[in-house]
């Protein structure tokens, strides 16, 4: 899991970048230039814990996910779109964590000359629909091509046509291409063309301490909008555990924001977690939502996939509540399931395999 952090110059970008990472990335990078920091992060689940406990194992690895603070999206929308390295960067992401400027800060002028959390979530949604407008007019017009030269069968070009023009359609009108509903056929034909307006948008509110959050409307789907006192998340995640345990107690913080974060982003991108448990391991995996055994079985090697046979599932939940796989075992709740079983969030899975 890719999420590309975006946002205006002096939006606190990297603030929250650090915040969710632990990192100390210096801030206040000159706006226009293209750059990149990377940092990937294990994902708090206090089920990995509990089972931790239970099996007392050599190793235990979380699930992980990969932040990309991405700098250089002025917002002034350049009729030619976005420069092609940082186009690039943006259509390898899996979803996007977009900072919205909040606080006001005479040091820091906003760019576009006043603090307008609305104003600024249009302005960046105005250029990557912009981007994926140039995209698909450049498809369009091979397509056409195709058409004259009558280089394909004429069903297929056809069908494409018909769904770029609806894509074209929809982004004229400023839609984002998340919102409309298309087959699994259509999905499958897009998958490889990384438009930015498909992508999870998870709207970060970057506020000053105290300050409320303002109201901010974005109607759209696999969208969520969120607030966090940036700064003040920068500072509890680089405390040692034991500070940052009395540091959010002061400060009336139930959980770390890069738990909340973290949380929305599997929610918006469709994903869930399942366990493979043992004295030599406990570990998390991550698989879409509605994933087979077997597929979930190739998280883990693509040899388990080949020569998929059965899986032992139990859920967390059981487990927990029966007191460890012996206990399990003894009631009857572990179950053999075949290639057709959809994993459910939190699934215990043992995998029977040919090698």
Known sequence: MRLGIIGLPQSGKTTIFNALTRGHQPTGLSAGKVAMHTAVVDVPDPRVDRLAAMFNPKKVIYAKVTYVDIAGIEGTRSQSGLPGPLLNQLTQMDGFI?????????????????????RDVEVMESEFILNDLIAVERKLERLNEERRKGARDKGSLEREMALFERLHQALSAEIPLRDLDLSAEEEHVLAGFGFLTRKPMLIVLNLAEGQAAPEVNYPHRRSRVVELQGKLEMDLAQLPPAEAAEFMQAYGLSEPGLNKVIRLSYELLGLQSFFTVGPDEVRAWTVRRGATAPEAAGEIHTDMQKGFIRAEVISYEDLIALGGMSEARAKGKLRLEGKEYVVQDGDILTIRFSS
């Open 98 to 118: 977009q900072v919205v400027r909040c606080f006001e800060d005479e040091a820091l002028p906003h760019p576009l000359g006043s603090v307008d959390p609305q």
